[in-house]
């Protein structure tokens, strides 16, 4: 497995731009991650965007068959939409998604996945959940088809196991993806909130029995980047009033703890100097790969 490091080059650290996008429709925001990879230049900065989708919508894995979602009629009236990375399907609904394009800055080989990305991504989450009192862990067990004859793996990402998925006790709460291409790498993660109500099965990390201990919560909370957001901000969930602006201070409470636990992660694998940014900024040169899909 090629290190990170290798992949990149990387002598000093590499400017990064945090993005607190719109929610929009599935197929304007997997052409916004599409172009932002097709287009990543050894000079672009690292991208790091977050959002949400303006409906419930099921994406599905690169390498999944679409004909597998008409198996649960729950999943077969969702609109639906293809990513570039693999995986399992998810259903975007109580959750937060991040994308992270990393430009391609040498001729290194341009297939395999980082196990260094993902695992630092996952363990800042493990270490800041941590801090809040819910008893995190990695799964460290895959349900992977890896031999001739084993079942196949279960259509839904949240469904599967990986060994540096993040859990809460049994319940999976973030999962990622990646695909490197000529032009770079992207990985994708879904970190799971509440359940959707098209799979209630599915429990998210407010729905658990788990929940946090205040005590640990006070002693704690100024150690997670400066974050100082009460119990009650936490377990109030997402605030419908979705907000866009990364410059401001009164960010909903979890993408503020979302942002602070992605960039910790990405540090964990390289260095980044992270400024906010603006993402019609980055696309302002790109506008007809994405006009019409807002």
């Known amino acids: 497995m090629q290190p990170l490091v ?35 230049t050894p000079q672009w900065p690292i ?20 004909q ?22 998810i259903v975007h609904d109580q959750e937060l998604t991040y994308s992270i394009v990393i430009p391609n800055r040498n001729s290194q080989s341009t297939k395999g996945h980082n196990e260094t990305l993902y695992r630092g991504i996952h363990l800042a989450f493990l270490e800041n959940l941590r801090k809040l009192g819910w008893s995190a862990c990695l799964s460290e067990s895959c349900t992977c088809k890896t031999t001739a004859g084993k079942e196949p793996e279960a259509f839904l990402c949240f469904l599967r196991r ?23 790498l ?34 704690n909370s100024s150690s997670i980047s400066g974050l100082k957001i009460t119990k009650n901000e936490f377990e109030g969930g997402l605030d419908p009033n979705w907000k866009t602006d990364s410059q401001s201070t009164q960010m909903d409470p979890w993408i503020s703890f979302f942002v602070a636990s992605l960039k910790l992660g990405v540090s964990k694998a390289l260095q980044v100097n992270w400024q906010n940014g603006k993402l019609s900024d980055l696309l302002e040169n790109l506008d007809c790969v994405v006009a019409g899909r807002n």
């Not at 945090?18 to 599409?34: K, L, Q």
């Open 6 to 40: 290798n992949l990149f080059d990387l002598k000093t650290a590499v400017p990064g731009l945090v993005v607190i996008d719109s929610a929009r429709s599935g197929e304007s925001n997997m052409a916004i991650d599409e172009a932002l990879l097709q287009n990543a």
């Open 162 to 184: 990986s060994p540096v998925d993040l859990l809460v006790g049994r319940d999976k709460i973030l999962g990622s993806a990646q695909r490197r291409s000529v032009t770079g």
């Open 186 to 219: 992207i990985q994708h993660g879904s970190f799971l909130l509440r359940h959707a109500q098209t799979t209630p099965e599915l429990l998210g990390l407010l729905d658990l029995e788990n929940g946090f201990d205040p005590k640990q919560h006070v002693e």
């Open 47 to 66: 991208v790091l965007r977050i959002y949400r989708w303006d409906r419930p919508t099921l994406s599905i894995g690169h390498f999944q068959r679409i």
């Open 68 to 89: 597998d979602r008409q198996g649960d009629p729950r999943l077969s009236d969702l609109p639906w939409v293809r990513r570039k990375t693999g995986g399992g399907a």
